[in-house]
Structure formats: structure tokens, C-alpha cells
């Protein structure tokens, strides 16, 4: 039998034969990983993600790598981009959530990893990591003999302990770790969060004096990728709570009367795991304007749409709503209402600033040398933060393109970056187009007096 750096030196040289080959590079970093050498493991699973950029395997391989390395901010960043989605691998899952689990031990958010720790074990016993569990404080089932399932005790009591945790907060909602803090720009448009949302729940005294409870909505709008879904899951980490993003396939049903109780149980498992931040997303599509309706159905989820937001027969404290849109004149007026979306806040394109930093961090984990983010920024006047990732991503094009030419990769420079820029044009010109006209002439009460502003009109 091989021996650890025998084994390696056979997959080096296996892998000098056919560097394309991704098991056996995923097989070499795994052994790596294994031998307890991460900071080789990291280069091998960059260089396998770099013939499948988003294979959530390798993606959870160099999270460890990076973990293991002590770099748990770049781990936490991979890690919970995977928990966010619905991987059809329930052992993988699980691998997941125990990884989060001891990430979130370790910046000592020992509640929500001990959370994040049995749902995994409920997803798969065979994960059970007894240290972890330990410093969790959670006598949850012991580790399952290799190869073979758990016991059905052990299962049995996995099963005891997860209903105890489904009857308090839900693990499965998303619990933000970013802050305003890694939002670049937007001052005023936080202030008015953290007006709305924040110091309600932080601040609660001073609140109650003037008879204000925490809860209400905001809605965001403005041109598609400037970061509203971002700016949305910052707020919910900004105050440590839960965090549930609704989309319109969750809602709309065929069948007469299931969206409007798709929607009441979102927002009744909001009002369950308070305090929460409920996100709608594209909320147009799930309020246009009843005018624009020609059929019942539409209307009636509207009008279920208006109800949950008063709180009426349920108390909506404690669930912060927000909701963002690119067509805030395609939403029926009566969303505007006091007490529900009752602010209305334009976000614009990335400043300056932003913009590069938002270029400096779609640079991170990318060969590059001497990249000017500053001097990219002042050339990408009014593009969004998506423009600016495809700017990143046509340049990377190009030099994937000259590597298989020449044989030898190039590390990304300023002028990548500029040559890519100058053959793309901003996305949100189309926007503005359409918003400057609702500016001029359709801006009842001074909605869109924020679009004019920044288009100085």
C-alpha cells in the first residue's frame, strides 16, 4: 500500500498525464485535504473550479481547505452560498451545514451553529462530529460506524432532539452574517433602514416612549443589479435575525385560492421565527396594479397581499418587511399606504467609490497583477454591480482564451479590465430611460423625485 507522499507523487504525476482530468484532481485534493496539507489542497481545488466554476463538491472542498487554514471569512462566504441552495445530495447537505456549524463556533454564534449542526445530523447521521457537538453542548447521537447507518435508537433520538428545535427558531431560514458594514455607499439609504428597522429592535425604549412598535416595510427600486437584495440581507445580519427571501414561483399556484395561502404561510412562518426580515423579491409581479388585472384571481391575491401587510388579524411585529422592485410604477398605489411599504427608496447604480470596491472584491481569488480598481472605476460611470461582474468576466474570457493559445496563463491587469469595460455598455441606461419619463410626467406626491435627482432633471 501506498504511502501518503507516495500516494500523492502517483496523483501528481497521473494528473501531469491528463490535467483536465477532474476526479483525479478532485481526488488529489481530497487527499491533501486528508494528509492535513490545505494550503496544496486550496491550489488543486482552485484549479478544478476553474474547469467547473460551480460544482458545490469542489466548492465545499475548498471551504475546508480555506477553514483549515484558519481563512474562515472566505470559508463562511463559499459555506453559505451553498446552504442557500437546494442540493439534491443529502449527504453533501449535511457536509455543509457541519462546516457552517463550526464556523459559526468559531466566531462564538454558538446558538445558530448548534442550529445549523442538527439539521445536518438529521440529514445524515453519518456526519455526527463529536468535538463539535461537545463544544455545542449538544448530546446528540454518536458518530455512525464507518460504512454503516446509524442505530435506530440513534436516529430515534436525532429525530427527539430536531422536533425540540423546529418548536423554537426554524434552522432552515438563512441567518445573515453580512453587515452595512460590507455595504460600500448607500449612507442614506441605510440611515433609512436603520431608522425603519434597526433601531426599533436595538434601541426598543426609546421607541415604545412614542407609542412605535418594530415591524413596517420598505421598498426598494431602482435598476436591476445595484445590490437591492444584498442591501436586503445586510439589514437582516445587521440585527441578527432571521432571514426569508420569498420568490414568485413559492406563491403563484394554478389552483383558486392556494397562492393566497402560499403567501399567508410565508408570512406566517415569519411571524414564528421574529425577528425576521421578509424579503419579496420582483415584488411586482405579486402586486401589480389591480387596474391592469382582468381576471378575479389576481386581484384576490392583492388584496390577501394588503391584509397581511396591516396585521390585522395577526400582529406583524417583529417581521420587517422588504421588498424590491425594477418597476415600482407597474405596483398598485395602495401598497404606498401608511403602515405598509410607507418608504419608498430609490437605489441607484454604484458610486465611484463602490464601484471600486465591488471591482476589488470580484477580483479576490483570481490571478492578477497590479489591478487599478480606482482607475476601472472612474471609467464605468453608471454601471451596475452586475455590469461591473460581467466587465470581470468578459476579461477572464479573454485570458482563458490566450492561456489555451499560448499554453501559459496570464495574470488579469488594468487594461484587461479597461479593454472589457469599453466594449460594454451599462444595463441600467434601458432603466432610466423608462424612469425618466415617470419622473417628468407620472410622479404623484414626488415618488420618483430621487430618480430626478440623480439624473439632474
Known amino acids: 500500500m501506498l504511502g501518503g507522499d507516495d500516494t500523492i507523487r502517483a496523483l501528481r504525476q497521473a494528473l501531469a498525464l491528463s490535467p483536465d482530468n477532474l ?100 440529514l445524515d447521521p453519518a456526519v455526527v462530529d463529536p468535538e463539535l457537538a461537545a463544544r455545542l453542548s449538544i448530546g446528540a447521537a454518536g458518530p455512525a460506524r ?51 428597522i434597526v433601531y426599533p429592535l436595538t434601541r426598543p425604549e426609546l421607541f415604545r416612549a412614542f407609542g412605535k412598535s418594530a415591524g413596517g416595510g420598505i421598498l426598494l427600486y431602482g435598476p436591476p443589479g445595484c445590490g437591492k437584495t444584498f442591501l436586503a440581507r445586510a439589514t437582516a445580519g445587521e440585527i441578527k435575525a432571521s432571514f426569508l427571501i420569498v420568490e414568485i414561483h413559492e406563491i403563484l399556484d394554478m389552483w383558486l385560492g392556494r397562492s393566497e395561502r402560499n403567501l399567508h404561510e410565508v408570512f406566517d412562518r415569519a411571524r414564528r421565527n421574529k425577528p425576521c426580515v421578509l424579503f419579496f423579491d420582483e415584488v411586482d409581479a405579486l402586486g401589480a396594479s389591480r387596474s391592469d388585472l382582468r381576471h378575479s384571481a389576481g386581484r384576490q391575491l392583492i388584496n390577501q397581499f394588503l391584509a397581511e401587510l396591516d396585521g390585522v388579524q395577526y400582529s406583524n411585529d417583529g417581521v420587517l418587511i422588504l ?31 463602490a464601484r471600486a470596491a465591488v471591482l476589488r472584491l470580484l477580483c479576490q481569488g483570481k490571478p492578477v497583477q497590479d489591478v487599478d480598481a480606482t482607475v476601472i472605476a472612474a471609467k464605468t460611470s453608471g454601471f451596475s454591480g452586475a455590469d461591473l461582474k460581467a466587465i470581470v468576466d468578459l476579461a477572464v474570457e479573454r485570458k482563458l482564451r490566450e492561456a489555451m493559445k499560448e499554453g501559459v496563463p496570464r495574470p488579469l491587469t488594468t487594461r484587461d479590465l479597461l479593454v472589457a469595460a469599453s466594449s460594454t455598455k451599462p444595463s441600467t441606461l434601458e432603466w432610466f430611460a423608462t424612469a425618466k419619463n415617470y419622473a417628468l410626467y407620472a410622479n404623484p406626491g414626488g415618488i420618483y423625485d430621487d430618480v430626478r435627482k440623480y439624473l439632474k432633471i
Open 146 to 196: 464507518s460504512g454503516e447507518p446509524a442505530e435506530a435508537d440513534d436516529r430515534e433520538r436525532v429525530r427527539d432532539t430536531w422536533e425540540d428545535v423546529l418548536a423554537g427558531a426554524d434552522p432552515s431560514l438563512e441567518r445573515p452574517t453580512l453587515t452595512f458594514r460590507d455595504v460600500g455607499g448607500m449612507e442614506d439609504l441605510k440611515e433609512e433602514i436603520r431608522m425603519k
Open 323 to 353: 421588498a424590491a422592485t425594477n418597476a415600482p410604477w407597474a405596483l398598485d398605489s395602495a401598497f404606498r399606504r401608511p403602515g405598509r411599504f410607507d418608504r419608498v427608496l430609490f437605489v441607484p447604480p454604484p458610486d465611484e467609490p
Open 23 to 122: 476526479p483525479l484532481r478532485q481526488h488529489l485534493a481530497a487527499t491533501l485535504l486528508s494528509l492535513g496539507r490545505p494550503t496544496e489542497a486550496e491550489v488543486e481545488y482552485r484549479q478544478a473550479l476553474a474547469l467547473t466554476a460551480d460544482d458545490p463538491g469542489l466548492k465545499l472542498g475548498l471551504a475546508s481547505a480555506f477553514s483549515q487554514q484558519g481563512k474562515d471569512g472566505p470559508a463562511l462566504v463559499i459555506v453559505e452560498d451553498l446552504a442557500r441552495r437546494t442540493l439534491d445530495d443529502l449527504s453533501l447537505k449535511a457536509r455543509v451545514e457541519v462546516l457552517y456549524a463550526r464556523l459559526l463556533a468559531q466566531r462564538g454564534e454558538l446558538n445558530q451553529a448548534g442550529h445549523r449542526y442538527r439539521w445536518a445530523i438529521e
